[in-house]
């Protein structure tokens, strides 16, 4: 008997996205999948005193995934980081990137482009008002304390802090490119407009592309953004 056919295609200008559910992960998801970890892999999630499981079966999914793109049994997918930790398949064209909430594991999959994502639940309770002023861009600081309703102001943030989190990730730099390098607003339409500083080193910073999504699950709202950079414009599908 033949293996089933698992190669999954991606045309030229698509962006697949998947999403894992960390709190329902199928019962034989770990017995199944654990032997798929590398040495790396399974030495670091050693190191989890708590969220071990979350590691170990995001590895799992995503090493399932990726491997239906690239023709590879999941095992043997090699991964190195960029200086900044930005992990990418050895080998191969396609082009990935991960992100994890408490209940989500989103990855997002490309050809030809640069890849960031980042989900995040808006019922994090952080002091968003004090982060923003710390970290975000003048504009969307004025915006936000514009807000008077906690709850909008709260969801306005997290809106802003995933797309922002997708462009570093996209950029490969993260965290330390600085946030308030750029800058997101939304027309009535919710369409995202992004403006970014001069001393950011983008070649072709029209080529930067976002989309925004939520994700529900009971009463937890999550935010996802999806950064994009490429010559085309992007399709992005839900897988
Ligand atoms: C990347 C970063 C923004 C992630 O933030 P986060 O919201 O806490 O985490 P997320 O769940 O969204 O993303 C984590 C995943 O992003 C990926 N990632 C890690 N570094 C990345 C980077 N520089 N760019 C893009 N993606 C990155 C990894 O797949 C990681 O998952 P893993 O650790 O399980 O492999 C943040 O960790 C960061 O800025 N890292 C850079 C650190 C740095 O500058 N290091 C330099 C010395 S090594």
């Given at each position: 008997?033949?293996?089933?056919?698992?190669?999954?295609?991606?045309?030229?200008?698509?962006?697949?996205?998947?999403?894992?559910?960390?709190?329902?992960?199928?019962?034989?998801?770990?017995?199944?999948?654990?032997?798929?970890?590398?040495?790396?892999?399974?030495?670091?999630?050693?190191?989890?005193?708590?969220?071990?499981?979350?590691?170990?079966?995001?590895?799992?999914?995503?090493?399932?995934?990726?491997?239906?793109?690239?023709?590879?049994?999941?095992?043997?997918?090699?991964?190195?980081?960029?200086?900044?930790?930005?992990?990418?398949?050895?080998?191969?064209?396609?082009?990935?990137?991960?992100?994890?909430?408490?209940?989500?594991?989103?990855?997002?999959?490309?050809?030809n482009c640069d890849?960031?994502?980042?989900?995040?639940?808006?019922?994090?309770?952080?002091?968003?008002?004090?982060?923003?002023?710390?970290?975000?861009?003048?504009?969307?600081?004025?915006?936000?304390?514009?807000?008077?309703?906690?709850?909008?102001?709260?969801?306005?943030?997290?809106?802003?802090?995933?797309?922002?989190?997708?462009f570093?990730?996209g950029l490969?730099?993260?965290?330390?490119?600085?946030?308030?390098?750029?800058?997101?607003?939304?027309?009535?339409?919710?369409?995202?407009?992004a403006?970014f500083?001069?001393?950011?080193?983008l070649k072709t910073p029209n080529a930067w592309q976002f989309?925004?999504?939520?994700?529900?699950?009971?009463?937890?709202?999550?935010?996802?953004?999806?950064a994009v950079r490429a010559d085309f414009r992007a399709?992005?599908?839900?897988?």
């Amino acid at each position: 008997m033949t293996a089933p056919k698992t190669h999954l295609s991606l045309a030229e200008n698509q962006i697949h996205l998947w999403r894992f559910n960390l709190e329902t992960p199928p019962s034989d998801w770990q017995a199944k999948g654990r032997f798929l970890l590398s040495d790396d892999e399974n030495e670091r999630a050693a190191k989890f005193k708590r969220g071990g499981d979350d590691y170990i079966n995001t590895r799992i999914f995503m090493r399932r995934i990726l491997a239906q793109y690239t023709d590879t049994p999941p095992q043997a997918l090699i991964f190195d980081r960029n200086p900044y930790g930005k992990p990418f398949l050895r080998q191969s064209d396609i082009q990935f990137n991960l992100s994890h909430s408490r209940q989500w594991a989103v990855l997002a999959v490309g050809l030809n482009c640069d890849l960031g994502i980042d989900v995040e639940s808006t019922s994090d309770r952080r002091s968003i008002l004090n982060i923003a002023q710390h970290y975000f861009h003048p504009n969307e600081i004025a915006d936000l304390e514009k807000m008077s309703d906690k709850a909008e102001q709260q969801d306005y943030f997290f809106r802003l802090w995933t797309l922002k989190e997708s462009f570093v990730k996209g950029l490969g730099t993260g965290i330390s490119t600085g946030l308030d390098k750029m800058s997101f607003s939304f027309d009535h339409h919710q369409k995202i407009t992004a403006n970014f500083s001069p001393d950011l080193p983008l070649k072709t910073p029209n080529a930067w592309q976002f989309f925004q999504y939520q994700l529900h699950e009971a009463s937890v709202k999550n935010w996802c953004a999806v950064a994009v950079r490429a010559d085309f414009r992007a399709e992005v599908l839900w897988m």
